[in-house]
């Protein structure tokens, strides 16, 4: 490998975020952020359409997985200070830290819920294309065939996959703190420092656990993780924009699914966006796949403002003007009551000559509690390994998910 100049990110979360181009890891870094297919991610925002709530979540894809991969390093190089024989997992723990959300599409998360596609599977796939596969290849032949244990959790080493995935990581440390910093949720923030200290490797289970000391600031972070769900990512305003977004593409997917069989004026839409209203987005081609970004779709939306379909025209109006429906708390209802509900708003809006199936919906959103069947989260004691929950009655509070149900109209 051919060592060039260090660099240096200067991030609003971690401050001056340096790769060292003399570390033979960190060059590598450096190679790989340099790629297009890891320069895309700068096209994809963080918080999908979260800036309709939240003006100042502009931030990307690129930048998160940027801190994501800062983080690990700090709690990595840590944690092998104290066991030497781990420092052979930098590399890979390192890049997987950094490459974990390679596979988002359009949207974000966003996406997912509209096309039905999934970032994590993209990721495996997209480790293989282009130059990213190129510079992994180059580097190691075996480094893609790691990086696929890590990322499906098969890696010999949990700690190695547990720092990126499971209930405490350095992704969900990074995503808290910085959606917390650019929404302005005060709520959100963490103490990065002490949860940091509070991460143990345990050589027996070779598990990510957590060291006595560090119970309140995990308790801590599991609380922030509740809030910012309840209140950022399950936000009734976000609710309606995806809504808003689903209904765009449904009627577009119409649209070109009738148009073969009429003489109506064609739908505008290059390659990259007839490849998503048509095929099964899991199914795409990588080149179809890396194509495809936040300004790809935005463009369209604007094209499709100007459309001959009313229907269309009027949906991407209202979601490039902001011009949000509204979501109305049904919770309390139960499910007869809610679907009663709905009849109502679709005799209204049909008696008003608009297709209703497009301008109202129930949609349920579902709030994360503490799960202590995925892995859990254990702390160190005198009497061995105990999952959080049984030595914190503040866990066990929000140990139960909250499920919402939402009306959306006009």
């Known amino acids: 490998m051919i060592l060039g100049k260090s660099r240096t990110y200067n991030d609003p979360i971690h401050g001056a975020i340096t790769l060292d181009s003399n570390d033979r890891t960190e060059a590598l870094l450096i190679q790989l952020i340099d790629t297009p297919e890891f320069q895309r991610l700068r096209r994809i925002r963080q918080l999908d359409i979260a800036y309709f709530t939240f003006h100042g979540a502009e931030g990307s894809r690129f930048t998160h997985s940027l801190g994501v991969m800062a983080l690990t390093r700090r709690a990595f190089d840590a944690i092998a200070t104290k066991y030497p024989y781990l420092t052979t997992h930098r ?158 593409f449904r009627r577009a997917k119409f649209l070109i699914a009738t148009e073969r069989h009429a003489q109506d004026e064609l739908l505008f839409s290059d390659r990259t966006m007839m490849a998503w209203l048509t095929q099964d987005p899991q199914m ?60 109502s708003w679709r005799e209204k809006l049909n008696a008003q000559g608009m297709e209703s199936k497009y301008y109202c919906g129930i949609r349920v959103a579902r709030t994360k509690g503490y799960s202590i069947y995925k892995q859990g989260i254990h702390v160190q004691t005198e009497h061995g390994l105990q999952d959080i929950a049984r030595l914190s009655p503040l866990v066990q509070a929000i140990v139960q998910p909250i499920q919402r149900a939402w009306l959306v109209h006009p």
């Not at 996406?111 to 495996?124: D, Q, Y």
């Not at 696929?148 to 700690?159: A, D, G, H, N, R």
């Not at 970004?293 to 499709?304: E, I």
């Not at 490039?320 to 429906?325: E, N, V």
Request: net charge negative; glycine share 4%; aromatic share 12%.
């Open 91 to 248: 590399t890979v723990v390192l890049v997987a830290a950094l490459l974990h959300d390679l596979g988002h599409g359009p949207y974000s998360h966003a996406s997912e819920e509209v096309f039905g596609s999934n970032h994590e599977i993209w990721t495996l796939r997209l480790l293989k294309f282009g130059k990213i596969a190129e510079v992994l290849n180059h580097f190691s032949m075996n480094l893609i065939t790691e990086l696929e244990s890590i990322f499906t959790k098969q890696y010999p080493v949990p700690l190695i996959y547990q720092l990126i995935s499971s209930q405490i990581d350095c992704d969900r440390l990074d995503y808290l703190e910085r959606d917390s910093y650019f929404t302005g949720a005060k709520y959100g923030q963490l103490d990065l420092d002490r949860i940091l200290l509070a991460l143990r490797f345990d050589p027996i289970s070779q598990n990510l656990v957590i060291g006595r000391k560090g119970i309140v600031a995990i308790e801590h972070y599991l609380t922030v993780r509740y809030f910012m769900y309840l209140q950022v990512y399950n936000h009734h305003k976000n609710i309606a924009a995806r809504f808003l977004l689903e209904k765009i």
């Open 284 to 343: 795409l081609t990588c080149e179809q796949y890396f194509a495809s970004d936040d300004t790809v779709f935005n463009y369209h939306l604007h094209r499709w403002c100007d459309s001959s379909d009313r229907i269309l025209a009027d949906l991407s109006r209202r979601f490039l003007d902001r011009a949000l429906f509204r979501a109305t708390d049904i919770s309390h209802l139960d499910d007869i009551q809610q679907q009663e509900q709905l009849d």
